[in-house]
């Protein structure tokens, strides 16, 4: 996958952020590694405000019905 010129500005921002306030020595597998579950935490918590913005707005179905639903699409028995 390529990298756009805004993840690595994003990057940097991010590293020398994290250089400057480490007491640790960290290695740019530390940093990437850190910058990355750090950009997935946040998709993550973008995820979970969407899904409780739908349970307030009524936008839910049973889990129950869903569960069903799968079991017929997918030929899975009880």
Known sequence: ????????NSFHRFATERLRTSEAELTIDDLVIEWDSMRNR??????IR???ADI???RTRPADQVTEELRRKHNISK
């Open 50 to 52: 969407e899904g409780l």
């Open 42 to 47: 946040e998709q993550i918590n973008a995820a």
């Open 56 to 58: 307030d707005a009524g």
């Open 1 to 8: 996958m390529a990298v756009t010129q805004g993840e690595l």
